[in-house]
């Protein structure tokens, strides 16, 4: 039994916002009828107390002295007769006037409003006393209600009616402004794998907007490392034909030696062979980890001095095999942020290059000094070689390049992975001429905040 959890849906932002605000509009229109139908009944109410306080002062002292028999008005008892009773009083009780209802309200009213029963029904009366009269109006309070509820529902109806068109126009509002979104999104879905251009931003919203420019730079990114992946690969399969065909030249040249010293000839060259093939590879290996480190790894305070002096002792013995001075000039103040691994690459590679364009009884000296203002730092390698041509010295940074008539079988790419690993640090490389020891001068100058490369 299967018992993994389908994962969860991705919360839609268009559903949430229209949801908290499609709610917020129906809460607000909620809230706005509820005040408009309370406000609307009071003010009815008011209103209907008015009309009574008029009536009443309509009808005081405007009737004769003479009274009403109990018979003399006859009774209507039909819906419309109930709902408004008058009776004016004389001050010794005698009735000068009531409408034609038969439902009697006590000649002993409280002046003002009051609420008061009358035939089994509720009424709302307002008395005036003058000084010869008594004059009672009386509303039946259902009736009363019933036209002050019809009124409140007439006010409530345009925010009833109201609340579907904002609610139809808060949808429209989010799906245009979540419109860009989506035509970002589609975009990206129809792209062609091979298809790294950063993504237009015209018209996108402010809040959007950091989000493409930052999806642009990691496509701006990934653009670069899939050229460098491309470039390497095309460089590695042409750098590598040649060292394979050679060791197989080679081992057929060991198989068809029919003497000793014929083969053993022939396994020096395949072992020399072997070893040129396999410091391709690593130099290949070394420059594709340095061109795709992280641009952002965390940087160290590194001793640039007492990495030279490492380098230096670790070139020692090659150094001394081939008969050439190797020296180091380099004050412990020297130091810089970096990443302390990818700097002595740096340095094997600066120095490998001068010893193998150094001629025997030459002489190769790295030089570590502070930067003019203490700003930085300064890393020099030079060697008493044939040097570098003018017109060669920026070519010999790039990968596989190597200089016409260069000695020995190098690969062409020591220089270019001290250039790689410059370029992290933020770090400038030159290649110039020793003015000391007339041969080639490699220089790395270093800052004490290292310039960021964005890809």
Known sequence: MNTERLPSPAPSLRRQLTGALLAAVLAFAALQAAVTYRTARAET??????????????????????????????????????????????????????????????????????DVNAGGERYRVYALRTATQVVQVAQQAAARGRMAGQLALRAVLPVALLAPVLMLIVWWVIGRALGPIERARRQVATRRPDDLSPLPTAGLPAEVRPLVDEMNGLLT????????????????????????????????????????????????????????????VEQLLALARQEGAARDAPLMDVNLAALAHVAVAEAASEAARRGIDLTVDAPAAARVPGQPEALAVLLRNLLDNALRHTPKGGHVRVNVEPAQAGQGARLSVEDSGPGIAPEDRARVLDRF?????????????????????????????????????????VAVMFQVTPRRQKM
Request: charged letters at 20%.
């Open 221 to 280: 990114r990934l653009s670069a490392a899939w050229d460098a992946l491309t470039h390497f690969t095309a460089d590695a399969a042409h750098e590598l034909r040649s060292p394979l065909a050679a060791l197989r030249l080679q081992v057929q040249g060991l198989q068809r030696a029919d003497t000793p010293a014929a083969r053993q000839t022939a396994e020096s060259r395949l072992l020399a062979g072997i070893d040129r093939a396999t410091r391709l």
């Open 401 to 441: 390049y190597r200089a016409p008539g260069a000695p020995g079988h190098g690969s062409g790419l020591g220089l270019a992975i001290a250039r790689a690993v410059a370029e992290r640090h933020g770090a400038v490389i030159e290649v110039g001429e020793s003015a000391e020891l007339g041969g080639a001068r």
């Open 45 to 114: 109410e008011a209103l209907f107390d008015a009309q009574m306080q008029r009536i009443a002062l309509t009808l005081s002292g405007r009737l004769g002295e003479g009274g009403l028999g109990d018979d003399d008005t006859p009774a209507v008892d039909e819906p419309a007769a109930r709902e408004m009773i008058i009776q004016v009083w004389r001050a010794d009780g005698l009735m000068l006037y009531r409408s034609p209802h038969g439902r009697l309200l006590q000649p002993q009213a409280v002046i003002g409003f009051s």
